[in-house]
């Protein structure tokens, strides 16, 4: 019985350790190309310059000030280019190497384009 309670108590402090442990965001992609004033808001509220080559992960929010513009590059490939004086929150993003492509975002202000290889190709951006 005194055994049973010892593996009641571990199991319980691991529990509570799993549950306890910091959340990290999921890594959506990247920032391929910056030009003009933006910003990378995380999930924690901290805010970065928006800075080529940097991870976006699921809960960023991404800001363009005007005549500014972000092109993101997905991890499936895929590329979103958030205009002027927008701003965009990557709620979702789920990727499986498979055919089937998900995400899901938030236009909060202003406008998005989003185009696949090779239909980018003649991207302003």
């Known amino acids: 019985m005194k055994l049973k309670a010892i593996f009641h108590g571990v199991l319980l402090s691991l529990c509570a350790l799993f549950f306890a442990a910091p959340v990290v965001a999921q890594e959506a992609g990247t920032l391929s190309r910056v030009s003009g004033k933006a910003t990378v808001t995380t999930t924690e509220n901290a805010t970065r310059e928006a800075k080529v080559n940097e991870p976006v992960s699921v809960g960023d929010i991404v800001t363009t000030e005007a005549g500014a513009e972000v092109l993101i590059r997905f991890k499936d490939s895929s590329t979103m280019i958030v205009r002027s004086a927008s701003k965009l929150k990557i ?22 384009a989003c185009c696949q290889w090779p239909d980018c190709q003649g991207s302003a951006l």
């Open 91 to 112: 709620s979702q993003f789920r990727f499986e190497k498979k055919i089937h492509r998900h995400f899901t975002d938030q236009s909060l202000v202003g406008d998005l």
